[in-house]
């Protein structure tokens, strides 16, 4: 069963930074990538990047490249989302997913719950 669960958003100033967790359940991380994904109030899903098994190789939105890192520790079964001087247009919930492919047009095929990202003086 593919189970994911986000965690590690939160309120942060502008400049600042914070690290999203994805949990993964072993029967998700057989997918070939795990993507991150955000969606603002009211907007469509943004695609954030994604990365894949072992050997790990990520890719990035080319608007968020310079500032986001994509990681993961498998004997945790966890993703991280490394956000570094963060804006307020950053602010959306944030999501893991499965995808079957590293890629911003692949389908995002299952996610997890979800967390909350503001950035705001």
């Known amino acids: 069963q593919v189970q994911l669960a986000e965690s590690g958003g939160g309120f942060v100033q502008p400049g600042g930074s914070l690290r999203l967790s994805c949990e993964a359940s072993?029967?998700?991380?057989?997918?070939?990538?795990i993507a991150w994904f955000r969606q603002a109030s009211d907007n469509e899903r943004e695609w954030v990047g994604c990365?894949?098994?072992?050997?790990?190789?990520?890719t990035l939105k080319e608007s968020v490249k310079d500032r986001f890192t994509i990681s993961r520790n498998n004997r945790k079964r966890t993703i991280y989302l490394q956000m570094n001087n963060l804006k307020p247009e950053d602010t959306a919930a944030y999501y893991c997913?499965?995808?079957?492919?590293?890629?911003?047009?692949?389908?995002?095929?299952?996610w997890g719950q979800g967390t909350q990202v503001t950035v705001s003086s």
């Open positions: 997913a499965t995808q079957n492919m590293c890629s911003e047009h692949a389908p995002l095929l299952a």
């Open positions: 990365i894949t098994g072992s050997p790990a190789t990520t």
């Open positions: 072993a029967f998700a991380l057989d997918y070939h990538a």
